[in-house]
Every structure is written in structure tokens, then in C-alpha cells.
């Protein structure tokens, strides 16, 4: 499936909507045991795609373990907990957190000689931020995880992603309404914003 990036505009008011998405975006942790639905989680990626990448390198690499294929990642995470000291019963249980689990990469474009390997992480960056909003406008819920054990040589192995490293795992599902979200301090640009 391919997106028509050339396709016009609706008329909506893209401003109210897309603070409405970013304001409703949240971390969440715990899911309902809900499948997710593959043509959502197509057309995420799809959006996701759309970022932008220096010299048009696309970097980023998405490996989906979805139902039954999280337990090629369990065992990744068992690997990796043993060889860090972690729980690996514990470790194994953190790949069924949620339905669907996208294993994030930055595979830098190493043969154009003006592409710089920070720039390659910018880009997968913007493009991870381009699906957890795409989730969020489809009522999809997500969190993104970087820890020792997401990051290590095991999960890199177990989502085929080559010359490059591992970002991050965005786990994906249905939220749990039952379960309280975590606060977080409300967003403002105070402190971190300067005029000149």
C-alpha cells in the first residue's frame, strides 16, 4: 500500500486537528488483549515513511512482531536479559506488554559521501514521531521503550536490522481504560524556548 503524497488536502482545519492528535498523544503501558488490526498498522507506517531524511537516505527500518511472531522477540529479550544480568523471565514477559511490537532501526546510508550518522538518527526520530501520532489519530495507544534491552545486539539480530543499530521498541495496542495513565507536568514552552 502506498500513499499518494501528491493527493490534495482536505478542507478540514489541519491546525485544530493535528493539536488535537498531538495533545491526545500519550505514553501508555497497558493495553487491552485486543488484536490490532494489520491495515492499521499499515497505514501508520505508511505515515510514518512520510518524514523527512537528508538526501532522501531513508534510514529507518520498522521490524512489526504482531500476535503470535512476539515470541521471536521474547526470546531476543531472554537472550539479552541473560547476557546483562536481567530477570529473563521477566525480561521475555516485556515482549507481550502489548499486541502489536515495532522494533525501531537507523540504518545509516553509508555510501553517499555527505550523509552524516547524526542526521540519519534525526531522521528516524521524526519518522517514529510520524507514527506515534498516526497511531494516536487511528484511537491507537503506544509507548516507546529504549532501555539496555531493546537496544542490545539480540533484539538487533531478531529484527534483521543490519549495518545499522536499533532506536528503540514502540509497543502498540488498545488502551486499557480501566488502568490510570501516568500524570505528566503539563507541556509548555517556559524555559525552553528563547525569542531573539
Known sequence: MTIDIEEPISRVDLSSAFED?????RSVYFYLDQD?????????LQ???LAPSHHHTRPWRFTVFHGSARAELAAAY???AVRIGWHPGRAR??????????????VPDVSHPRVRPLEEEFATAAATQNLMLALTSMQLSCALSSSPLQLSDEVEQAAGIEGGRVVGVLQIGYRDPERELFKRPQPGTAGVVRWR
Open 93 to 106: 514477559c516485556r515482549a507481550f506488554d502489548a499486541p502489536a511490537m515495532v522494533v525501531i532501526g537507523c
Open 21 to 25: 492528535i498531538a495533545r491526545q498523544r
Open 36 to 44: 490490532v488490526p494489520g491495515h492499521l498498522l499499515e497505514r501508520a
Open 47 to 49: 505515515l510514518a515513511v
Open 78 to 80: 531472554e537472550k539479552a
